[in-house]
């Protein structure tokens, strides 16, 4: 098998593991807000309050987000693939919070309304993950909302019923 078929075999394998969905938003050195579409959110610990997530080395966004203090993980509702689809592709663009619907939260880092749950953490610990950076925040502040999730499976969004 060639290494480029054993990669997709392999990213095929992962997606067989349905996912929420969540939009990660902070701000980079020069105030400006940044944010992308993550599906590696986990909790990690209930004392103290820990969640992670995860960004890849080659993300045009790596270094703004393993530098930054605060960070938001916002956990999206079933009605907002839109937000996902834009931070996915536009991760990148320093205009893509001109198209978003969002509003400053606090340590001024950007927040998506209407979503289920909130984390605003603290950045804790960085771990090596090969080719992702593992970011460990300390939540400060949460909120959430009971609503239908947003599903990632098998490479696409899903409904759970």
Same mark, same amino acid.
């Given at each position: ?5 054993? /990669?997709? %075999? ?6 067989? *593991?349905?996912?929420?969905?969540? +939009? ?12 992308? &579409?993550?599906? $590696?959110?986990? %909790?990690?610990? #209930?004392?103290?309050?820990? !969640? $992670? ?8 966004? =790596?270094?703004? =987000? &393993?530098?930054?203090?605060? @960070?938001?993980?916002? +956990?999206? &509702? ?17 205009? +893509? @919070?001109?198209?978003?619907?969002? =509003?400053?939260? +606090?340590?001024? !880092? ?9 984390? /605003?953490?603290? &950045?804790? /610990? ?23 999730? #947003?599903? *990632? =499976? ?8």
């Amino acid at each position: 098998m060639t290494e480029v078929k054993q /990669h997709r %075999s392999l990213r095929d394998a992962f997606g067989q *593991f349905a996912t929420g969905v969540t +939009v990660v938003t902070a701000r980079d050195k020069n105030d400006k807000p940044i944010g992308l &579409t993550a599906n $590696s959110f986990a %909790s990690v610990s #209930l004392d103290p309050p820990l !969640v $992670s997530w995860c960004v890849d080395k080659s993300s045009t966004r =790596f270094t703004e =987000f &393993t530098d930054a203090k605060y @960070f938001t993980i916002s +956990v999206l &509702t079933a009605n907002q693939q839109d937000a996902s689809n834009l931070f996915a592709m536009r991760s990148w663009d320093e205009t +893509v @919070f001109n198209d978003a619907q969002w =509003f400053e939260g +606090v340590n001024k !880092v950007p927040q998506i309304p209407g979503v289920s749950a909130r984390f /605003h953490c603290e &950045t804790a /610990h960085l771990y090596e993950g090969g080719d992702h950076i593992i970011i460990v925040g300390s939540v400060l502040e949460y909120e959430s909302e009971a609503d239908e999730p #947003l599903v *990632f =499976f098998q490479g696409d969004y899903r409904q759970l019923s």
